[in-house]
């Protein structure tokens, strides 16, 4: 294929729920094309796209894999995407690199659950969309019932394009030519009739003919009409398909070569230039001869390899030994080798033209969504994701042997790198180091990889609580710091009063002494004490907020007065005070999204109630969907990521971001109290 033939290439993204033969779609499509000479098969472990060593165990794809073939003078890119909900992001974060996402449903098992979603994914990254109905030599009736099915869920522009016949062995095509033959169900003529009355509805002048001739357009006509349906969302095309015995196969090759959009009829690439909300849309053009554009979209970090990058390459033409700039870096980076992707397999190739997807090796610094550029005048662009829920299931992670914190650190650094599903936090209020992933699957796979990859062992809890303390009236208290040991003493006395803040205030200091009975160089020493205090806490260990401190008199000695000793003093005055004040436990409150099917609305808000949570409304969605508006505590939601998709069959989804603190209720305070080793007062 010559680097410059972009109308040539196509790139397609297999999605869809996990088990669907997504992975075996794709190795028959390369067998077909001779891309392989033999086609693996999931149970051996074989396959092209399948190749860890956890999705073989599994025999289901846990990672985005890229392959490619070409039939009929044109090259296809494929990247094979997870099914998993949990590693939903994954499938997202590859969308910018095609053009079509390609839905692949089981005939056997109908619209499976995680379809809707991974559907809109591709309808908001403005992806053309087609359905592939694979597993079709089933019962004809069960094909009819999942076709009316996909039209409930994705509306009456879901047309088939072919229908099977003789009991699934082989497909008959409904747009190029309807030559009356039995479909296993439905009818050639009808799905011609629908197809071509949808595809001439986006021209006008096309329409016209179609009128005045009776039906009689010849579908080359409607070749840029099909896929102006296609990138208006105007059209989704359904093809039936049997991986497993090869019928249709040949068919789908011919359908993608014949009517998917290449590099250049597609929708622009979804590139800015700048950010946040002076951010704009920038056009990037096909252009073999232009600046290089290219996006990383997927990165994999091996202890042994190195880090491999995989980039589309949107405009331009890069070569290996090509030097180009990542985002507005003034230094660039060589490109020393350049790899087409058989899977696992690296194949070096010289060049890479617009439209094509490669791989480069051994350049750390680069990162997933990075932008590529050989000119200053890109320094700026980036490529506007399409939007993923965040991770939100988590757990407080720390090295199981002292000394390891450095390692630890440089293991999650990497796979960070390579997994846009991950998210690391170190909470300060904690000082926890928190591991974010979209389910216990995703969670476990992240600490296998930290073991059998990068060699440590960690040891994983819950993630702490940030409960805080506060008080509910005004108080006073006093100490007197007095220490002799035969030398020099340390004297210091001090007295303060405290009151409650508003929610959310902080700590407010104020020094109110006349006279001079505290000198003013002690005053940062009592105020250093009290914020000691603050952080120990007063009835159950947890920082103390919203309360203001005045210190308004005390006592000093000529000689004995010192730092430490107002340190001190300040410190046990405020916890005195605070014994009289009304302390109480604060809780962390969350305002929650929880997106789920309209059907699953009772059974979801049931359960968020039995956990304290509140229900704030709600807003309808497409899909049959509703997005649920609602707070409640975040110690109630600690398990919330399995709880919903269980609730849900795995097809809800939630994000949650902190509101604001709460008295907790005074059974959970006394819990809490009795749990913890309250600070003491000498």
């Known amino acids: 294929m010559q680097n410059d033939r972009t109308d040539a290439i196509r790139n397609l993204a297999l999605i869809g729920p996990a088990g669907t033969g997504k992975t075996s779609l794709a190795e028959a499509l390369l067998h077909a094309a001779g891309a392989i000479k033999q086609r693996g098969r999931i149970e051996r472990g074989d396959t092209v796209c399948d190749f860890d060593a956890h999705e073989v165990a599994m025999a289901h794809s846990l990672d985005t894999a890229v392959c490619h073939l070409d039939w009929k003078d044109t090259h296809i890119n494929l990247i094979d995407t997870p099914g998993f909900t949990d590693f939903l992001p994954r499938a997202v974060a590859v969308l910018p690199a095609v053009e079509c996402a390609a839905l692949v449903l089981s005939a056997a098992g109908g619209l499976e659950t995680g379809a809707r979603r991974m559907m809109k994914a591709a309808g908001d990254a403005a992806l053309s969309r087609i359905i592939i109905v694979n597993k079709m030599d089933t019962e004809p009736d069960q094909l009819g019932i999942l076709l009316e099915q996909i039209q409930e869920a994705f509306g009456k522009r879901c047309l088939p394009v072919n229908l099977p016949s003789d009991h699934g062995r082989k497909v008959l095509d409904c747009f190029f030519r309807d030559d009356g033959q039995d479909a296993d169900f439905s009818s050639t003529a009808e799905a011609h009739t629908h197809i071509i009355d949808q595809v001439v509805e986006v021209d006008e002048a096309l329409m016209e003919a179609y009128l005045e001739s009776g039906q009689n357009l010849d579908p080359q006509q409607l070749h840029d009409a099909f896929e102006k349906a296609l990138r208006e969302r105007h059209l989704i095309p359904v093809f039936f398909v049997s991986a497993e015995t090869g019928a249709g196969v040949n068919e789908l090759l011919d359908y993608i070569v014949k009517l998917m959009p290449s590099p250049r009829e597609a929708n622009p690439p979804p590139f800015m230039r700048g950010e946040g909300e002076a951010a704009e849309p920038v056009v990037v053009t096909s252009e073999p001869d232009s600046h290089v554009v290219a996006h990383v979209f997927?990165?994999?970090?091996?202890?042994?390899?190195?880090?491999?990058?995989?980039?589309?390459?949107?405009?331009?033409?890069?070569?290996?030994?090509?030097?180009?700039?990542?985002?507005?870096?003034?230094?660039?980076?060589?490109?020393?080798?350049?790899?087409?992707?058989?899977?696992?397999?690296?194949?070096?190739?010289?060049?890479?033209?617009?439209?094509?997807?490669?791989?480069?090796?051994?350049?750390?610094?680069?990162?997933?969504?990075?932008?590529?550029?050989?000119?200053?005048?890109?320094?700026?662009?980036?490529?506007?994701?399409?939007?993923?829920?965040?991770?939100?299931?988590?757990?407080?992670?720390?090295?199981?042997?002292?000394?390891?914190?450095?390692?630890?650190?440089?293991?999650?650094?990497?796979?960070?790198?390579?997994?846009?599903?991950?998210?690391?936090?170190?909470?300060?209020?904690?000082?926890?180091?928190?591991?974010?992933?979209?389910?216990?699957?995703?969670?476990?796979?992240?600490?296998?990889?930290?073991?059998?990859?990068?060699?440590?062992?960690?040891?994983?809890?819950?993630?702490?609580?940030?409960?805080?303390?506060?008080?509910?009236?005004?108080?006073?208290?006093?100490?007197?710091?007095?220490?002799?040991?035969?030398?020099?003493?340390?004297?210091?006395?001090?007295?303060?009063?405290?009151?409650?803040?508003?929610?959310?205030?902080?700590?407010?200091?104020?020094?109110?002494?006349?006279?001079?009975?505290?000198?003013?160089?002690?005053?940062?020493?009592?105020?250093?004490?009290?914020?000691?205090?603050?952080?120990?806490?007063?009835?159950?260990?947890?920082?103390?907020?919203?309360?203001?401190?005045?210190?308004?008199?005390?006592?000093?000695?000529?000689?004995?007065?010192?730092?430490?000793?107002?340190?001190?003093?300040?410190?046990?005055?405020?916890?005195?005070?605070?014994?009289?004040?009304?302390?109480?436990?604060?809780?962390?409150?969350?305002?929650?999204?929880?997106?789920?099917?309209?059907?699953?609305?009772?059974?979801?808000?049931?359960?968020?109630?039995?956990?304290?949570?509140?229900?704030?409304?709600?807003?309808?969605?497409?899909?049959?969907?509703?997005?649920?508006?609602?707070?409640?505590?975040?110690?109630?939601?600690?398990?919330?990521?399995?709880?919903?998709?269980?609730?849900?069959?795995?097809?809800?989804?939630?994000?949650?971001?902190?509101?604001?603190?709460?008295?907790?209720?005074?059974?959970?305070?006394?819990?809490?109290?009795?749990?913890?080793?309250?600070?003491?007062?000498?």
């Open 298 to 682: 997927k990165v994999v970090v091996d202890p042994y390899v190195g880090r491999t990058a995989v980039l589309r390459l949107h405009q331009g033409t890069i070569r290996a030994g090509s030097q180009l700039f990542v985002g507005d870096a003034r230094k660039p980076i060589k490109l020393n080798h350049l790899f087409k992707l058989q899977g696992k397999q690296n194949l070096e190739v010289d060049s890479a033209g617009p439209g094509d997807i490669v791989a480069v090796t051994r350049i750390d610094s680069l990162d997933f969504n990075d932008v590529l550029h050989d000119s200053h005048d890109e320094d700026h662009f980036h490529v506007r994701l399409p939007e993923m829920a965040p991770p939100m299931m988590g757990v407080a992670i720390e090295p199981a042997q002292r000394g390891n914190e450095q390692k630890l650190s440089d293991a999650l650094h990497k796979l960070r790198a390579e997994d846009p599903a991950l998210r690391v936090e170190h909470r300060p209020s904690t000082n926890e180091t928190v591991v974010l992933c979209s389910g216990e699957l995703h969670l476990r796979l992240v600490l296998d990889a930290m073991k059998e990859r990068f060699n440590v062992d960690v040891q994983t809890h819950l993630p702490t609580i940030p409960y805080r303390e506060t008080i509910t009236r005004p108080a006073e208290g006093h100490h007197r710091h007095k220490k002799q040991t035969g030398g020099a003493g340390q004297f210091g006395e001090v007295y303060l009063r405290i009151a409650p803040l508003p929610r959310g205030s902080g700590f407010e200091f104020a020094s109110e002494v006349v006279g001079g009975t505290i000198p003013q160089q002690f005053i940062p020493a009592v105020e250093k004490g009290v914020r000691q205090a603050l952080e120990s806490g007063a009835i159950a260990g947890f920082p103390l907020q919203d309360i203001r401190v005045a210190v308004y008199d005390g006592k000093t000695h000529p000689v004995d007065s010192k730092e430490v000793a107002f340190i001190s003093a300040g410190r046990r005055a405020f916890l005195e005070a605070i014994r009289d004040a009304g302390p109480i436990v604060l809780e962390p409150i969350v305002q929650l999204q929880v997106t789920v099917p309209i059907d699953a609305l009772g059974t979801v808000t049931g359960h968020l109630s039995q956990r304290r949570g509140r229900m704030l409304g709600s807003t309808s969605l497409s899909g049959q969907r509703i997005q649920i508006n609602a707070e409640a505590p975040l110690a109630e939601l600690q398990d919330y990521a399995n709880q919903l998709k269980s609730i849900t069959g795995g097809s809800g989804a939630w994000s949650m971001q902190l509101d604001r603190y709460e008295p907790v209720p005074a059974k959970v305070q006394q819990d809490l109290v009795s749990a913890t080793r309250p600070a003491e007062v000498e």
